[in-house]
Nanobody
Framework: QAKLVESGGGSVQAGGSLKLSCAAN????????KAWFRQAPGKQREGVAF???????SYADSVKGRFTISKDNSNYTFYLQMNSLKPEDSARYYC??????????????????WGQGTQVTVSS
């Protein structure tokens, strides 16, 4: 059974940084694509960052140049470094695996494994 656990969320002022971690078990981690999604109240879940088995990455336009996704295969963990945070980045962030590494709307619907989410709040 797949298991994903996020950590690292919190409250930060605009311009600040946070680093999210997603600890997976081997079953969840073996999927080629690892991803971070976010969902703000009243909005659809959106893909933020994706990293494929070969290390190639893709990002939503809204976070390019500010967010970096990375992974550590030795401990089944992947990360989302978030810099220059803006109030509009406030959302619940979810890690996911078992889906396509494509940053397009609606991708979240085909991802199979999810964590419980971690809240990120950015104040102005």
């Amino acid at each position: 059974q797949a298991k994903l656990v996020e950590s690292g969320g919190g409250s930060v002022q605009a311009g600040g940084s946070l680093k999210l971690s997603c600890a997976a078990n081997e079953y969840a981690y073996k999927s080629d694509c690892k991803a971070w999604f976010r969902q703000a109240p009243g909005k659809q879940r959106e893909g933020v960052a994706f990293i494929d088995v070969d290390g190639s990455t893709s990002y939503a336009d809204s976070v390019k140049g500010r967010f970096t996704i990375s992974k550590d295969n030795s401990n089944y963990t992947f990360y989302l470094q978030m810099n220059s945070l803006k109030p509009e980045d406030s959302a619940r962030y979810y890690c996911a695996t078992d889906g396509p590494c494509v940053a397009v709307p609606g991708t979240w619907e085909v991802f199979g494994y999810w964590g419980q989410g971690t809240q990120v709040t950015v104040s102005s």
